[in-house]
């Protein structure tokens, strides 16, 4: 039992040294152990934590590279560069390349642009004619859930606290208490910083105005109901 899932414990009333609801085993830890997890990929993706920069020498005719990621998986590409022609590449998606180029696998050239596959796979297109050059890529990586309290947990020591809160409130809320559900989860939320984008505003509803000047119609924000 690692210490966010002792201190999980503590937060619903259980004694960690010797638990009476969870058993300090792989099977007895497994709810709380899935809610940390859930939690900590919940808060890389938020933050955009965990940046990687990656390497990837090119090559001839090839259009789909692997990225190995220890413990992890591929979020998103922020920037990738060619790096000996120094260029940057922009990022599509397969749906795009077919309205494209309907050939677009069969086409080479200096990769102009790049998309992901799956959780650790990138496509160029077109694909290179030379292995002459490299992708520089940098990337948010989501830690692999983990399995036993030996493994390292990756995650900032400032967001413990809202890791541990996220879990006691699916706690809270599998055992029907939606208050405490409700309280543990704004802790959360509030120690994110993301009030503002959870908190419930008024309706607002758009309408259009017609400019007297110009007799141009303009959208216009009503105020909040």
Do not use: C
Request: aromatic residues 10%.
């Amino acid at each position: 039992m690692n210490k966010l899932e002792k201190q999980v414990l503590l937060q619903v009333g259980d004694d960690p040294d010797a638990p009476d609801v969870f058993t300090d085993t792989a099977q007895g830890i497994k709810p709380i152990r899935r809610s940390i997890n859930d939690a900590i990929q919940e808060v890389i993706i938020i933050n955009g934590g965990m940046l990687r920069t990656f390497y990837i020498p090119l090559t001839k005719g090839k259009t789909f590279y692997s990225i190995n990621i220890n413990g992890g998986y591929l979020g998103w590409v922020i920037n990738a560069w060619l790096v000996n022609i120094k260029r940057r590449i922009a990022q599509t998606d397969l749906h795009s390349l077919r309205k494209w180029d309907y050939r677009w696998y069969q086409s080479t050239g200096t990769p102009e642009t790049y998309f992901p596959v799956g959780v650790n796979t990138l496509g160029f297109y077109p694909k290179p004619t030379s292995t002459a050059d490299i992708a520089q890529i940098e990337a948010v990586v989501i830690p692999a859930p983990y399995t036993d309290d030996k493994q390292k947990v990756k995650l900032m020591k400032s967001f413990e606290w809202a890791v541990v809160n996220y879990a006691v409130s699916e706690y809270w809320a599998s055992r029907g208490d939606a208050d405490q559900a409700r309280r543990h989860m704004q802790i959360y939320i509030d120690t994110l910083g993301l009030r503002s984008t959870f908190t419930p505003t008024g309706e607002r509803i758009h309408q259009l105005r017609t400019d007297k000047t110009g007799d141009t119609p303009n959208e216009q924000e009503s105020v909040a109901l």
